[in-house]
């Protein structure tokens, strides 16, 4: 039987970190089992351990993955609006504050990993993974020191942060009821 290339094994790595990101992303850490990630992309739960240490690890890149999706649709939007920062968040917050991002978990933002995160061990790899990307975030929007620089736009930023991850969850948890598009266009019309 042949032996698979290094390019092989670097492609299954990836598909399983993608599966494990939008099954997280879809159903919690805590409801995603290995041999399901596995199944995804037609391993089994054997070849796990040829690619991750453990779930945890596995996590963690899922996460990362995640906050990478975040970057990469902010980067085409700016890509579509050169120059043009209040049209650039304009057209994330429609995005991020729409039914269909609300609708489609698995392809979403990274803050419905905030619950397990909160759950996490203070050094767990997932925590440490959603800290980076927050950091990341704010130092894409020129924020790179937080211990210094506690600045009004810092502060800003934080709290739009914050109610965006809060609205998407509580819209979420209201599906079905009218509710859900309430808080949407209410938390869009209050971000401007």
Not at 24 to 42: D, K, Q
């Given at each position: ?5 290094r390019?092989d094994?670097a492609?299954?790595?990836e598909?399983?970190i ?5 099954l997280?992303?879809?159903?919690g850490?805590?409801?995603?089992t ?18 991750f ?8 890149a899922?996460?990362e ?7 990469d ?7 579509r ?9 304009s057209?994330?917050?429609d ?11 698995g392809?979403?933002c990274p803050s419905v ?9 203070p ?5 440490k993974?959603h ?7 704010l130092?894409?929007?020129g924020l790179?020191?937080l211990?210094?620089d ?5 502060d800003?930023l ?10 998407l969850?509580?819209a ?7 509710l859900?598009e309430?808080?949407l266009s ?7």
């Amino acid at each position: 039987m042949p032996r698979s290339s290094r390019a092989d094994t670097a492609r299954r790595h990836e598909a399983i970190i993608d599966a494990a990101s939008r099954l997280i992303r879809e159903r919690g850490v805590e409801s995603v089992t290995l041999p399901e990630v596995m199944g995804e992309v037609g391993l089994t739960k054997g070849g796990f351990y040829k690619h991750f240490e453990s779930k945890e690890a596995l996590v963690a890149a899922a996460a990362e993955a995640c906050w990478s999706e975040e970057f990469d649709r902010l980067a085409q939007i700016a890509a579509r609006h050169p120059d043009d920062l209040a049209a650039i968040r304009s057209k994330f917050l429609d995005w991020y504050l729409s039914p269909e991002h609300r609708d489609n978990p698995g392809s979403g933002c990274p803050s419905v990993l905030a619950g397990a995160v909160a759950r996490s061990a203070p050094d767990s790899a997932l925590r440490k993974a959603h800290i980076a990307g927050i950091y990341k975030l704010l130092a894409m929007q020129g924020l790179n020191d937080l211990e210094t620089d506690p600045d009004e736009r810092q502060d800003h930023l934080l709290s739009e942060i914050a109610t965006l991850g809060g609205a998407l969850m509580m819209a979420r948890a209201t599906v079905g009821d009218p509710l859900s598009e309430i808080i949407l266009s209410a938390v869009r019309r209050s971000l401007g």
